[in-house]
Protein backbone atom coordinates (compact mmCIF):
# COMPACT_ATOMS: atom_id res chain seq x y z
CA UNK A 1 0.00 0.00 0.00
CA UNK A 2 2.42 2.52 1.05
CA UNK A 3 4.45 1.30 -2.49
CA UNK A 4 1.11 2.36 -4.73
CA UNK A 5 1.20 5.67 -2.28
CA UNK A 6 4.40 6.41 -3.41
CA UNK A 7 3.65 5.71 -7.15
CA UNK A 8 1.12 8.10 -7.04
CA UNK A 9 2.65 10.83 -5.39
CA UNK A 10 5.32 10.17 -7.83
CA UNK A 11 3.42 10.40 -11.00
CA UNK A 12 0.12 12.67 -10.13
CA UNK A 13 -0.86 13.16 -14.10
CA UNK A 14 -1.66 8.91 -14.07
CA UNK A 15 -5.52 9.07 -13.85
CA UNK A 16 -6.23 5.64 -15.04
CA UNK A 17 -4.63 2.06 -13.81
CA UNK A 18 -3.57 1.66 -16.80
CA UNK A 19 -1.64 4.55 -17.48
CA UNK A 20 2.03 3.66 -18.45
CA UNK A 21 1.43 0.70 -20.03
CA UNK A 22 3.67 1.12 -23.34
CA UNK A 23 1.31 0.25 -25.90
CA UNK A 24 4.20 -1.33 -27.89
CA UNK A 25 4.51 -4.27 -25.84
CA UNK A 26 4.46 -7.51 -27.18
CA UNK A 27 0.65 -8.96 -26.73
CA UNK A 28 1.74 -11.50 -23.87
CA UNK A 29 4.02 -8.84 -22.00
CA UNK A 30 0.92 -6.46 -22.39
CA UNK A 31 -1.56 -8.58 -21.62
CA UNK A 32 0.36 -9.86 -18.04
CA UNK A 33 0.33 -5.96 -17.54
CA UNK A 34 -2.54 -5.44 -17.41
CA UNK A 35 -3.76 -8.36 -15.61
CA UNK A 36 -1.71 -7.07 -12.61
CA UNK A 37 -2.92 -3.69 -13.13
CA UNK A 38 -6.63 -5.19 -13.08
CA UNK A 39 -6.45 -6.77 -9.57
CA UNK A 40 -5.50 -3.06 -8.27
CA UNK A 41 -8.59 -1.72 -10.04
CA UNK A 42 -10.61 -4.28 -8.36
CA UNK A 43 -11.85 -5.87 -11.52
CA UNK A 44 -11.17 -10.03 -11.14
CA UNK A 45 -9.92 -11.81 -14.10
CA UNK A 46 -10.21 -15.27 -12.93
CA UNK A 47 -7.81 -18.15 -14.88
CA UNK A 48 -9.43 -20.90 -16.55
CA UNK A 49 -7.96 -24.14 -15.76
CA UNK A 50 -5.32 -22.77 -13.40
CA UNK A 51 -4.54 -26.11 -12.08
CA UNK A 52 -4.02 -27.98 -15.33
CA UNK A 53 -0.38 -27.65 -15.69
CA UNK A 54 1.92 -28.98 -13.53
CA UNK A 55 5.04 -26.78 -14.36
CA UNK A 56 5.89 -23.43 -16.78
CA UNK A 57 7.60 -25.77 -19.45
CA UNK A 58 3.92 -27.67 -19.76
CA UNK A 59 1.68 -24.26 -19.48
CA UNK A 60 4.69 -22.67 -22.23
CA UNK A 61 3.82 -26.03 -24.33
CA UNK A 62 0.29 -25.37 -24.01
CA UNK A 63 0.45 -21.98 -25.58
CA UNK A 64 2.60 -23.19 -28.43
CA UNK A 65 -0.20 -25.42 -29.30
CA UNK A 66 -2.48 -22.98 -29.00
CA UNK A 67 -0.54 -20.33 -31.23
CA UNK A 68 -0.34 -23.68 -33.78
CA UNK A 69 -3.89 -23.62 -33.66
CA UNK A 70 -5.56 -20.62 -34.10
CA UNK A 71 -2.34 -20.83 -37.02
CA UNK A 72 -4.15 -23.68 -38.64
CA UNK A 73 -7.01 -21.71 -38.64
CA UNK A 74 -5.80 -18.67 -40.34
CA UNK A 75 -6.08 -16.77 -37.15
CA UNK A 76 -3.49 -14.02 -36.13
CA UNK A 77 -2.67 -15.07 -32.50
CA UNK A 78 -0.38 -11.73 -31.39
CA UNK A 79 -4.06 -10.19 -32.26
CA UNK A 80 -6.19 -12.67 -30.46
CA UNK A 81 -4.69 -11.67 -27.77
CA UNK A 82 -4.23 -7.87 -28.23
CA UNK A 83 -8.33 -8.28 -28.83
CA UNK A 84 -8.66 -9.87 -25.13
CA UNK A 85 -6.43 -7.79 -23.50
CA UNK A 86 -8.63 -4.42 -24.91
CA UNK A 87 -11.39 -6.51 -23.38
CA UNK A 88 -9.75 -6.68 -19.86
CA UNK A 89 -8.79 -3.05 -20.32
CA UNK A 90 -12.52 -1.94 -21.03
CA UNK A 91 -13.60 -3.35 -18.28
CA UNK A 92 -10.71 -1.77 -15.76
CA UNK A 93 -11.92 1.74 -17.49
CA UNK A 94 -15.59 1.07 -16.18
CA UNK A 95 -14.90 -0.32 -13.33
CA UNK A 96 -13.03 3.37 -12.45
CA UNK A 97 -15.85 5.21 -14.09
CA UNK A 98 -18.45 3.59 -11.88
CA UNK A 99 -15.85 4.46 -8.87
CA UNK A 100 -14.96 7.72 -9.93
CA UNK A 101 -19.21 8.63 -10.08
Known sequence: ANWETWKREQKPARTSA???IPSGLPALARAEKVLGRAASAGVETTPAASDAFA?????????????????????DAERAVRGATREVEERIRAAERAASS
Open 18 to 20: LDG
Open 55 to 75: DEEEFGAHLVSLVAAARARGW
